[in-house]
């Protein structure tokens, strides 16, 4: 639970009126309940703030034809949460520092990172990344859907990528392109080759345009499929691999929290979790959080953990 000094913050934010700062406490009190377990009353928190944010922020407001092509949610999360690399939350880190520090740098001639490209398997990170900068940066995260993006008709498609990348010129906030392949990819078919061509050059000539104050971030898990033309275009290219023996044990013990074993063989678990990627290890360990409260037990049973993370072997 909060904590006197937190409690104090709370008051001191809500009584100054300092929005930011109320909802910035509210964020790690929701994180550290998280941590502990209380995944529930940590969800309870963050719908409540959800709520206010929706009532009381006027988030950007997209026309009907922007609203059918882009999800935009306010985001939760920070980089500490984040289990990948040193050098990933380095690179990271980077892109958010000169984001706040943007202005500095426009002193120099100089840009900040703003187009990202995460590549890697899935499940390894990269939408969750997405939305921790957005929640880093305070901005709304925008998702665009692939699905209404992507058509069949000649020349639809290019029309809604124009819109797409006029609202990121006019409403700033981390704009996601997720399986982003789907633009890059398929040229080789006989009936679409023209089509998909024109749609990537389309889509080259928009991003190196693209001078706004938002940040793109594109997501594949088939880097391989890209054309070599689009990696250009990005200020930053991230890998994300797979939770190696290090970061196992810390996306274990985070997730089961207050659950969490004491002394568990976390040989038997690291050889059985080898394969798996982080979303994989995520579920497993909330199927073993469940069984031990449908148990009545306070703590996760290690040969259940073992069970579901064998389960999620493919």
Do not use: W
Not at 248 to 269: E, K, T, V, W, Y
Request: aromatic share 6%; with cysteine.
């Amino acid at each position: 639970m909060a904590t006197a000094n937190q409690i104090k913050m709370l008051i001191e934010a809500h009584v100054s009126k300092n929005d930011d700062r109320f909802k910035t406490i509210v964020l790690q009190l929701a994180a550290h309940e998280a941590k502990l377990g209380h995944t529930s009353f940590a969800r309870e928190l963050r719908s409540i703030l959800n709520s206010k944010i929706d009532n009381d922020t006027k988030l950007i407001q997209f026309n009907k034809d922007i609203s059918e092509l882009i999800d935009i949610t306010i985001s939760y999360g920070k980089l500490t949460e984040l289990i990948v690399t040193n050098e990933i939350k380095e690179r990271i880190n980077r892109v958010l520092n000169e984001y706040r520090k943007r202005d500095k740098l426009k002193k120099f001639g100089l840009n900040n990172r703003r187009k990202i490209l995460l590549e890697g398997q899935p499940g390894t990170g990269k939408t969750l990344t997405a939305s921790i900068v957005a929640c880093e940066l305070g901005l709304p995260l925008c998702t665009i859907k692939m699905d209404k993006l992507m058509t069949k008709y000649m020349g639809e498609t290019g029309t809604k990528l124009r819109i797409v990348f006029d609202a990121i010129r006019e409403n700033q906030a981390v704009y996601l392109f997720d399986e982003f392949d789907a633009i890059g990819t398929d040229r080789s078919k006989d009936n679409d080759v023209g089509e998909i061509r024109r749609i990537l050059n389309l889509f080259l000539q928009f991003i190196e345009q693209d001078s706004s104050e938002s940040l793109i971030i594109a997501a594949t898990n088939n880097p391989q499929l890209l054309d070599p033309a689009l990696f250009r275009r990005f200020d930053d290219v991230l890998n994300y691999t797979l939770p190696n023996e290090s970061q196992i044990p810390d996306l274990i013990f985070n997730r089961l929290g207050q659950f969490a074993p004491i002394n568990a063989d976390m040989d038997s678990i690291l050889t059985l979790s080898k394969t798996l990627s982080h979303a994989d290890l995520t579920k497993a360990c909330d199927d073993a959080i469940k069984e031990a409260i449908m148990s009545d037990k306070k703590l996760v049973d290690v040969e259940q953990l073992k069970k579901m993370i064998k389960e999620k072997i493919r």
